[in-house]
Structures are given as structure tokens and as C-alpha cells.
């Protein structure tokens, strides 16, 4: 049964609660959620579950109806999120709001293959590295794995691209040396699923376990096995559909996608997908890894090797490492579809992150991304914050702004978040919110002036198509009601505008772009000055990850604090969020909100705070979120910055 406490319980009923259930020979798990703190009391009910119901500090009881407790949503409702650290301060999660892919060959067969199949599959996005040294093979004569040296070589892989390994154990004996080579994640095979033994020592690692589905097991005894891990000592299990036994014999097993849904309302476990194993056979893989995902997996575990066609196990399965990459470029474009983000290893760019303190004008080894093509404003803005000091990186959405920062591809990017007269980029302030390791370091205000660009010989009468980014086309929109006939074509930024007028060889076409992206283009400027008014800012911000956020260091004395947090849905709980804000005498500079994803009528809201440097060193901003976050439901801190003008 799961016993809900009171939020003010005190710690001597805590412990005489603690006491009376163990009395009757229940197994107590203290669990501390979001929402509440439960005790899992695991047992056979002797008792009438309502003795327990009026004892003091006690809120209520739920009977747990299902032969696994530990593993149950009843016991638990969030999902669980399994934390896997790599070796450089880099934390993995499973389960949480990122994908994630674990690749790697069948078999681990020599140091050579190990670390060329490591590089191709981190630079294509994989998180973790998998490879069998002990392999359970249905036939004695075939390869059984290189055992402890195979275990050093897969280490030594994964440490050379910062990936945490991922290999089966599938005897009691192997864990001692699979202790000592650095194991990562402990995988529990199909054929060991109900070895219950091995599940017992391997659950009192308390390591993160992969545990996958038997053979022929039913969600539910797969379930029972996840509670033998669970009940000797790890909170990390996660789940791994590779397929069942059925009488088709198409493929080598049959992926059963509808466990992972079925899965997800039983369980609070995060969920992966093995196609490898489950088809058999190299091209029915990615299309699997795909419906996986559209199911609702966390992730994948798909073999990959440089020379499947030479592998020493599972060759016939493994992709190429072409088709992986292919496979995660995929699974990029499918991840906003099941509201996700792709997790990737964070590379390191030797010229920001050598820096002891971020050091804003360090050197042009810094690199800082944004969307558009060159003469962006975006652009101009990071010249202007880094006074031409680093290297700006081109690309074509806000997204993979974000995603550039998030893999360390870019030390930084810039985005613009708000426009005096066109109003909020909403698209960010969703991106802010879902990249949760991103944090803003900075900002900038910039005087946006639109021009129309066209090739030579253009005139204002000649013009039949414009070409800009919405926010152009709102930001000038009085002197294009002068001149309606004017088809408008959106593009993805005011840069690409004048680049894809560039392309056309004609006088009937211009842009709406700042007057720097005409050299690049070769384009002339038919007019300046068309935005509806001259007091037109953009202001943008800069995103790093929240690493080098913490490092950095205030010149200025006045500060924003950029807050996200959502509201209980009672009367007056957006007044109470503010009234905190109000009794620290914190200023509120801007205050928006956005509707939150999947939640018709919550929103989310976000706040700019002015604080002082002074006060933020006493400690008042620390107090007021506190605070805050007692009152709100969620709450994220998305930045403490300086702005420059
Ligand atoms: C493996 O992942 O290498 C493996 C043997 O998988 P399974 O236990 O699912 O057959
Ligand atoms: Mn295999």
C-alpha cells in the first residue's frame, strides 16, 4: 500500500508510523515526490489497511491492487527519470523530457573496432555505448564474448567520447569484474529475464539496469522481474522492448509497440526500444526505431558496426554506421512530434571551455550560433554584444540554436525573445522552457531599421514580390498597406530574404532586411527607414549551458532574473506568485504567459525581475523564488543576467 503523510507530519509519528508497519512486516521505502511524501509499505496486507489510514500524520492510503508494488504508477505517479553520469560532468537522464540512443555493435571484438564504432555513433548522437562481453549465444560454438578484456576495451571507448557503457550481465560470478571495469548500465538479457537470482545481486548494485523483456513474457511477469531489481536496492530500471516469440516468423521476433503505452500507464519506469533484436534484419531496424518512438518510447538500443558484414555476432542486424546517422536525423525531425528533445553528448570546444571564467571577450575561438543567414539581425547583434570577437555559426532554425548550445557544437547562441513592436517571439520563450540544461547569460537591445534591398535597376513600382520574416512584414506594416498589390513571401529570417532576392534574376523582387545583408547579396537599398516607427528594438537574448552560466561573473550592478512558473488553477493565485515578488521589492520588468503544451488552460508565466547585484549577494532573490516555488507548481529559474545597451 502506498501511505500518503500530511505535509506537516512530524518526525516522531513518522517514525512510530514507520515502526507499526514494520511491526506487521511491511517493508517501508520512503519516497519524497513533488506532490507529497509516501511511505511504500511492500507486504502482505494481514492489516485492514484503514488501522493505518487514522494514524496520526497519515493523510489517506491507497491499496495497491497489482502484484508489483514498487514498479507501480499506483505507487508512484511521475515518471521516473534515471540519472547516468558520463565522464565529463555530463549527466544522462532516461526518461525525462530527451530521447535517447544507445548504439554500439552486439559483441565487443577488439579495442580497434570498439573505438572506431564509438566515434561514428557519438558524432551521429548516440548518448551511451552498448557492446556484449559476455554473450549469450543459442549455440556452445559460437563467439561467447571476450569477457573482462572486453569489458576494459569497451570502458576505455566510452570514456574516449564521454559515453557511459551499456553490457549485459548473464552470470553472478561476472559482476565483481564487471564492478571493477566501471560498468555503467547493467543490462538483464531476454533469456535472463526471470533469473531471479542474478536479478537479486544485480538490483543490490543499485546501478541503473536495462532490464529487457523476455522471450515470451507477458508485460505482467516482466513487470514481476523489474520488482525483483527494484526490491533488492536500485531505483533504476528501465524497461526494454525487444520483441516476443510469436508464430511469424517475417522477422526474427515481433516488436510489440503496444507495450510501451500499455507500459506506461502501469508503470512510472522509463521505456526503451531494441528493433535490432526484434526484427533481425538490417533494413526493417530504423522504421521500428521510429514507430518506437511515435509510441512513446524514451529511447533506443539499436546495434551498429563499421563491418557488420565481418561482426562476430549479429551481423545481419547491425547497421551501418551511414544508417544510424540517417536513423538519428530522423528521429530529430520526429522529436517535436512526440514533444521531445534529443539528448547528445556535449562536445568540447577547446577555445571557450579552457577558460576558467567566461570571459565575454575572450577569443574567436568562442563560437555563437544563430538562425539565419549572414547580415541576420541576430547577427549584428552578436557583434555588437562581442564587439566582433568570436565566430558567428549560421543556422536555419531558433531550434537548432538550441540544439547547437545544447551539444556544445556552439558556446553560445543568440535568439531574439521580444520586439517593440511586433511583441513576443514565443517560439523561444517554448524553446527556454523545453532545453531545461540552457540558461540566458546575457542580453542585448537592438535598434532594428528595415530597408528594401533589390538587384540593381529595381524601382518601388517595379516591385511585385517581397520577400521577409513575419516579424519584418509586421514591423513595416504601414508602408506596406501602401502598396497592396505586393505579393508577401515569408521566409525563415530578413537574411535569407535578401539572400533568396539575391537569387532571382529580376527587378520584380525585393526584401525586407536590414540595410548589412545588401554587400553580401549584392543588392541595392531601394529605401530605408520603412518600419512603422524609428523606435523599433529588438531585444535578444544569449543562451549558454547552465554549466558556464555559473561561472560567470556581474560587472554591472543591475541584474534580471528571467523566471518561468505556472500557477495552482485556484482564485488568486497569480496575485499571490506577484504579491511575493512585491513584499522583496523586486521590480517586475515584463511579465508574459504562454500556454503550457498539452494542457489546454494552464499557462506558464514568465517574469523579468530587476534585482541589484548588492541584494542579490544578501540573498533576497534566493528567498523570493523559495518562496515562490512553495506557491507556484513549477517553477525554473531560466537566467540571471546582465543587459548591455
Ligand atoms: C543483446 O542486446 O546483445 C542481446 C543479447 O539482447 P537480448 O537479450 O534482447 O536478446
Ligand atoms: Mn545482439
Known amino acids: 500500500m502506498v501511505i500518503v503523510l500530511k505535509k506537516d507530519i512530524s518526525d516522531i509519528y513518522k517514525s512510530e508510523l514507520r515502526n507499526f508497519l514494520k511491526n506487521n512486516n511491511f517493508i517501508v521505502n520512503e519516497i519524497v515526490g513533488e506532490e507529497s511524501t509516501v511511505f511504500a509499505a511492500v507486504g502482505k496486507l494481514t492489516i485492514d489497511y484503514r488501522e493505518v489510514e487514522i494514524l496520526p500524520g497519515v493523510d489517506r492510503v491507497i491499496p495497491i491492487s497489482k502484484p508489483y508494488k514498487l514498479a507501480s504508477r499506483e505507487f508512484k505517479k511521475e515518471n521516473t527519470i534515471i540519472e547516468i553520469p558520463n565522464n565529463r560532468g555530463q549527466i544522462i537522464r532516461v526518461g525525462g523530457s530527451r530521447l535517447v540512443s544507445i548504439a554500439g555493435p552486439c559483441a565487443v571484438e577488439s579495442l580497434d573496432q570498439m573505438m572506431s564504432i564509438a566515434k561514428r555513433v557519438v558524432e551521429s548522437g548516440a548518448v551511451m555505448l552498448r557492446g556484449g562481453a559476455y554473450k549469450p549465444r543459442t549455440s556452445p560454438y559460437a563467439f561467447q564474448g571476450m569477457g573482462v578484456e572486453g569489458l576494459k576495451i569497451l570502458k576505455e571507448a566510452g570514456n574516449a567520447y564521454g559515453l557511459p557503457i551499456v553490457t549485459e550481465c548473464v552470470a553472478t560470478e561476472h559482476i565483481e569484474g564487471m564492478e571493477k571495469c566501471g560498468v555503467d548500465v547493467y543490462q538483464i538479457g531476454a533469456r535472463n529475464m526471470q533469473n531471479f537470482e542474478l536479478l537479486k545481486r544485480v538490483g543490490a548494485l543499485n546501478k541503473p539496469v536495462i532490464l529487457k523483456r523476455g522471450i515470451s513474457a507477458t508485460i505482467e511477469e516482466w513487470l514481476m522481474a523489474a520488482e525483483y531489481l527494484l526490491s533488492s536496492g536500485t531505483e533504476s530500471v528501465i524497461l526494454c522492448e525487444r520483441g516476443i516469440r510469436t508464430y511469424e516468423k517475417a522477422t526474427r521476433n515481433t516488436l510489440d509497440l503496444s507495450a510501451i503505452p500499455v507500459l506506461r500507464s502501469l508503470t512510472h519506469l522509463p521505456i526503451i526500444v531494441d528493433p535490432s533484436h526484434a526484427v533481425g534484419i538490417r533494413d526493417k531496424v530504423a522504421p521500428m526505431a521510429l514507430a518506437g518512438i511515435a509510441a512513446g518510447s524514451d529511447g533506443i538500443i539499436v546495434e551498429v558496426h563499421c563491418n557488420p558484414d565481418k561482426a562476430m555476432s549479429d551481423g545481419a542486424q547491425s547497421l551501418y554506421p551511414e544508417q544510424f546517422e540517417k536513423l538519428m536525423r530522423d528521429i530529430d525531425v520526429l522529436a517535436p512530434v512526440v514533444d521531445r528533445e534529443v539528448s547528445r553528448i556535449r562536445i568540447y570546444n577547446d577555445g571557450a571551455k579552457k577558460e576558467s571564467k567566461i570571459d565575454k571577450f575572450s577569443s574567436d575561438k568562442v563560437i555563437c550560433a544563430y538562425s539565419g543567414t549572414r547580415g541576420a539581425f541576430a547577427e549584428q547583434a552578436i557583434n555588437h554584444y562581442f564587439e566582433n570577437k568570436v565566430q558567428s555559426l549560421s543556422l536555419s532554425s531558433f531550434r537548432d540554436v538550441f540544439m547547437a548550445v545544447h551539444s556544445g557544437k556552439a558556446d553560445y547562441g543568440m535568439i531574439p525573445i521580444e520586439n517593440s513592436l511586433a511583441g513576443s517571439v514565443y517560439e523561444n520563450y517554448d524553446n527556454l522552457l523545453r532545453f531545461d540544461d540552457i540558461s540566458i547569460v546575457g542580453s542585448i537591445k537592438l535598434r532594428i531599421e528595415h530597408t528594401l534591398l533589390a538587384k540593381d535597376g529595381t524601382t518601388v513600382d517595379s516591385i511585385k514580390t517581397v520577400f521577409s520574416h513575419p516579424q519584418g512584414f509586421a514591423q513595416c506594416s504601414e508602408?506596406?498597406?501602401?502598396?497592396?498589390?505586393?505579393?508577401?513571401?515569408?521566409?525563415?529570417?530578413?537574411?535569407?530574404?535578401?539572400?533568396?532576392?539575391?537569387?532571382?534574376?529580376?527587378?520584380?523582387?525585393?526584401?525586407?532586411?536590414?540595410?548589412?545583408?545588401?554587400?553580401?547579396?549584392?543588392?541595392c537599398v531601394i529605401k530605408t527607414g520603412i518600419e512603422d516607427n524609428p523606435r523599433n528594438y529588438t531585444r535578444f537574448i544569449l543562451i549558454s549551458h547552465k554549466d558556464f552560466a555559473k561561472q560567470i561573473e556581474f560587472d554591472k550592478e543591475d541584474l534580471i532574473c528571467t523566471i518561468a512558473f505556472s500557477t495552482k488553477n485556484e482564485p488568486g493565485s497569480l496575485y499571490k506568485c506577484l504579491h511575493i515578488l512585491q513584499s522583496a521589492e523586486l521590480n517586475m520588468s515584463r511579465l508574459e504567459s504562454r500556454p503550457i503544451a498539452g494542457q489546454p488552460w494552464h499557462y506558464m508565466f514568465y517574469v523579468d525581475v530587476n534585482i541589484s547585484k548588492t541584494k542579490k549577494e544578501q540573498g533576497v532573490l534566493d528567498l523570493a523564488i523559495e518562496n515562490l516555488s512553495k506557491q507556484s507548481e513549477k517553477l525554473r529559474v531560466l537566467g540571471i543576467f546582465e543587459e548591455l545597451n
Do not use: G, M, R
Open 479 to 523: 508602408f506596406l498597406s501602401q502598396h497592396p498589390q505586393w505579393n508577401l513571401v515569408e521566409c525563415i529570417s530578413t537574411a535569407n530574404a535578401a539572400s533568396d532576392v539575391a537569387k532571382k534574376d529580376s527587378t520584380t523582387h525585393a526584401a525586407i532586411a536590414s540595410s548589412k545583408a545588401a554587400a553580401p547579396n549584392n543588392l
